[in-house]
C-alpha cells in the first residue's frame, strides 16, 4: 500500500529549510494561522494551498 503524506508533511518537505515565517508572509497567510494549520489543529483552504503551492514552486493536493 501507498503511503500517501499529509498536506502538513508536504509542506514541510517542500519548505526545505524555508522558515514558517518565510512561507507564510509570500503566501499571504498570517504566521499564527499557518503555524496552527502546519501542526494540524486547522485545515488549509484551497486558496492557501494554491499560494503555498506558487510560493514554494510545488504541487501540493489538499487530501480529500
Partial sequence: ???TETVQEQILKAMDGRTQRWVALN??????DFS???KGKQK???EEIDAIN??????IKLSA
Fill in 54 to 59: 506558487d510560493v514554494l514552486k510545488v504541487k
Fill in 36 to 38: 496552527k494549520k502546519l
Fill in 27 to 32: 503566501s499571504k497567510i498570517p504566521e499564527s
Fill in 44 to 46: 488549509f483552504t484551497q
Fill in 1 to 3: 500500500a501507498k503511503v
